[in-house]
């Protein structure tokens, strides 16, 4: 039997609410199981408290990324809350080739965008159980005042009418179940053939040779 590092990885989108724990829900899907990478975005926000170059996010000025939005660096770009977010190629590119399963946390602009160019891509979207707990996990952050806090909540009820363009839901209510039901969505979605060219060509070629041969 083949191993997923024998198959090309699959590219796989993550989106969700401000507040809806999508971040903390890729963490743990590296922590558990090691055949997905995470693309490290590029942003021109500041960087928050404890987050590194390089790690969390590539942290550069709008100049340089409009630089790389022109040399056709990136997969895909986006405007959010006044800054660019963007997916830089090369990186993603050379860990789908490895086998690995590719995560872009990325917004949902970005997301239909990575979609339409890699229709193999997997869509999924995060969300609380309900918008009062979304309200509630944005408020408990401490870290905004009420006025962003009703920003990011207006930006979710329009991100909300976008929702139906993804693959699949998932609800994150208890962190390790919905990490288990991405890992269960991951796998299904690596047997669909779309995402095994490779073994449907050679099993079809096959059977055509044993079709020759036996009319010859």
């Known amino acids: 039997m083949k191993s997923n590092m024998e198959q090309k990885g699959i ?6 609410f401000s507040g809806a724990g999508k971040g903390t829900l890729v963490k743990e899907l590296l922590r558990r199981y090691d055949d997905y990478a995470l693309s490290v975005s590029m942003t021109t926000r500041a960087p928050r408290a404890g987050e590194r170059d390089g790690v969390e996010y590539f942290f550069t000025d709008k100049a ?11 997969i895909e ?11 830089p190629k090369a990186y993603v590119e050379e860990r789908l080739e490895a086998g690995q399963n590719v995560i872009l ?7 239909l965008k990575i979609k339409k160019k890699f229709p193999e891509s997997l869509l999924i979207f995060v969300t609380p159980p309900n918008a009062e707990e979304l309200k ?3 408020e408990g952050r401490g870290t905004e005042s009420e006025e962003a806090i009703a920003n990011r909540l207006a930006r ?3 991100e909300s009418e976008g929702v139906e363009a993804y693959d699949y839901l998932v609800v994150n209510d208890k962190l390790e179940e919905s990490a288990e039901e991405v890992q269960r969505l991951v796998d299904a979605a690596r047997r669909a053939p ?4 490779k073994f449907v060509k ?12 036996a009319q010859e």
């Open 11 to 16: 590219l796989i989108v993550i989106s969700g």
């Open 64 to 74: 340089h990324f409009e630089e790389e939005i022109e040399k056709g660096g990136l």
């Open 77 to 87: 770009y986006a405007s959010y809350c006044g800054n660019y977010y963007g997916t």
């Open 105 to 111: 946390e990325i917004e949902i602009q970005g997301a």
């Open 136 to 138: 509630r996990r944005l």
């Open 156 to 158: 979710a009820a329009e």
């Open 194 to 197: 779309v995402r095994r060219e």
């Open 202 to 213: 050679e099993i079809r070629e096959g059977l055509r040779s044993f079709a020759k041969g």
